[in-house]
C-alpha cells in the first residue's frame, strides 16, 4: 500500500487559516475569549488583588504567547513527521504517518509524538508568561508561577489531539 503524505495535515489550524482566511474571524476572537477566561478565574482562585489592572496589563501577551507557542508545538510536529519520513520505512512509516497526520489515537507513537508538541507548547506558554508577561507585576514569585502554570496546563494546544476527520 503506497502511503499519500499529506503534511498540512501536520499543522492544524494553522493550514486551515491559510487556506481558509475567514477562519482567522474565529480563531482570533475565541482564543481571546478563552485565555481571557483562564486570566480571570486563575486570578479570583487565587484572591488577587487588582484584578482588572492585572488583566489589563497580562491579557495582550497571553494571548500572543499562546500563538507563539501553538507554532513551537506546530514546529516539534514537523520535525517528527521529517524524521519519520527519513528514517521509518515501508507499512511502519505509512502507519505511523497516516495516524500522526490524521488521528494520533491510532498509533502509539504517534499519540506520544503529540504529546510531545503539546508539553513543548505548553513549557513555552510557561516561560514566556513567567519571564514576560508577569515580570513587572507587583507579585510574590510563586504567584507569578501559579499563574503561568495555570495559563500553560489550561491553554496548551489540545487540538493536536483530535482527529482531524472529526474536522473536516
Not at 510557561?126 to 504567584?143: C, H, I
Request: one cysteine or more.
Amino acid at each position: 500500500m503506497k502511503h499519500k503524505t499529506r503534511l498540512y495535515n501536520v499543522f492544524f489550524p494553522l493550514w486551515m487559516l491559510l487556506f481558509f482566511p475567514v477562519t482567522w474571524l474565529l480563531v482570533v476572537p475565541v482564543n481571546w475569549v478563552f485565555d481571557s477566561l483562564v486570566l480571570l478565574v486563575a486570578v479570583a482562585a487565587m484572591r488577587l488583588r487588582k484584578k482588572k489592572e492585572l488583566y489589563v496589563k497580562s491579557i495582550f501577551r497571553v494571548w500572543v504567547f499562546g500563538f507563539l507557542a501553538d507554532l513551537a508545538g506546530a514546529g516539534v510536529m514537523a520535525l517528527v513527521y521529517g524524521a519519520a519520513s527519513l528514517f521509518l520505512k515501508g507499512e511502519t512509516q505509512a502507519a505511523f504517518l497516516e495516524a500522526f497526520m490524521v488521528d494520533p489515537w491510532q498509533h502509539p507513537a504517534a499519540l506520544l509524538a503529540t504529546a510531545l508538541a503539546v508539553l513543548v507548547s505548553a513549557c513555552v506558554i510557561y516561560v514566556l508568561n513567567r519571564r514576560f508577561t508577569f515580570q513587572k507585576q507587583a507579585l510574590p514569585d510563586a504567584t507569578k508561577r501559579r499563574l503561568s502554570l495555570v495559563l500553560a496546563a489550561a491553554t496548551a494546544p489540545y487540538f493536536f489531539f483530535v482527529p482531524l476527520n472529526w474536522l473536516i
